[in-house]
Structure formats: C-alpha cells, structure tokens
C-alpha cells in the first residue's frame, strides 16, 4: 500500500483495514498523532486527508482518500503553522495530549471559515475534548490564527 504522509510516500505493507492511526503511530512513527478513546469520540487521534479532519482512529489505511496531513506536518522546520504559533502564545496546552487533534480541527475551521465567530468555533471544536477544560484558550488561540492567517 501507497500513503503520502506529511508529503512524503511511504510503502507500506500492512493489513488494509488496519486504522490509519496504528499505521501512522506503528509503522511510520509518527508520534504526535495521539490515541485516545479509538471510538472517534474524543478527538485526540484528528488528522487531514487532503484538507479534511478525520478521526484516524476510525479509517482503515485501504480507505485513505488522499494526502494526510498530521500535527508533524501542519507547519514547517522553519515556521509554526499560524494555529500552532497561537497555540504557543495563548499558552493552551496544560497536560498537552488532545492538542494535537484540536490543532488539526482548527485549521481545517480556518481553511473553510476565515474568521470564524464563538458560535462557529464551539461547533467545529466540539468534538475535541480537553481535560484539563482549556476552551476558552482554544476560542482565543483559533480567533488568533486566523487574524494572522487574514494578514497573510
């Protein structure tokens, strides 16, 4: 089997229905893709396929329809992505584990709404869920990027 991951093509010889987030985690390493419930209920596992948030808990690696995209990808070595630049400056993460998924929401909500309102925010987000309860630091990180993301 193909995967492009993070921009890169990686050949991999697993069982189809293996759930992307094992292969990604497993096979490729890619460690910032994070378990948490593998009922894609929680959010923590979140990645893009070709621009989309999925729960990679719940696609099987046969059924990937594009280019995924994790946390590892989002940005670049040289420069944060602007979700996870505002990330660092709204000081979000406490214990940091559902962060990487509710990274990869908000700029899938910042790809398809420039500036999203409070309501628009909650709504995308809700399926992320964070323990340690730092919504109110997610709104302001997300309404953070995208002012820098308007800016250009």
Do not use: F
């Amino acid at each position: 089997m193909q995967l492009t991951v993070d921009g890169k093509t990686h050949y991999l010889d697993v069982e189809g229905e293996m759930p992307l987030l094992w292969v990604l985690r497993d096979e490729l390493n890619i460690k910032g893709v994070k378990y948490g419930c593998g009922i894609a209920a929680c959010g923590a596992c979140t990645v893009h396929i070709d621009g989309e948030a999925v729960r990679s808990c719940q696609v099987a690696a046969e059924d990937v329809w594009g280019e995924v995209t994790t946390i590892n990808g989002l940005g670049s070595p040289e420069a944060m992505h602007a979700v996870q630049a505002a990330w660092a400056v709204h000081q979000v993460a406490q214990c940091g584990y559902c962060q990487s998924g509710q990274m990869m929401q908000a700029a899938a909500l910042l790809a398809e709404v420039a500036a999203p309102s409070d309501v628009e925010i909650d709504a995308a987000m809700s399926g992320n869920l964070c323990r340690c309860g730092t919504y109110p630091r997610i709104r302001a990180a997300v309404k953070t990027a995208a002012k820098t993301l308007a800016e250009g």
